[in-house]
């Protein structure tokens, strides 16, 4: 009884194709695929955008990126700076 037989599932799949019809479960099974590609599709591109773990950052001091110009060195704050002193 904890198991379903080749025929009860038959009988299931007849059932819901009586119920929904061919029409209805062909455009659920593309609009199932579709959005399981999209979630793949999603999940490269995810990957892709993530930066690539250094191999050994403990040896390196971190390093500031970009250029500053004077008139933002006037209005910015450094906060670890200010921890330090």
Sequence with gaps: MGS????????VLLIVV???GTKKL?????DLGSAVKGFKDGMKDGASD????AASTA???PTQVG??????DKTTID???KQKS
Excluded: Q
């Design 4 to 11: 379903f037989s080749i025929w009860h599932w038959l009988i």
């Design 18 to 20: 009586m119920v929904f």
């Design 26 to 30: 062909k455009n659920m099974g593309s």
């Design 50 to 53: 993530a930066p690539a773990p």
């Design 59 to 61: 040896a390196t001091p």
């Design 67 to 72: 250029t500053h110009t004077a008139a933002a």
């Design 79 to 81: 906060v670890e700076a």
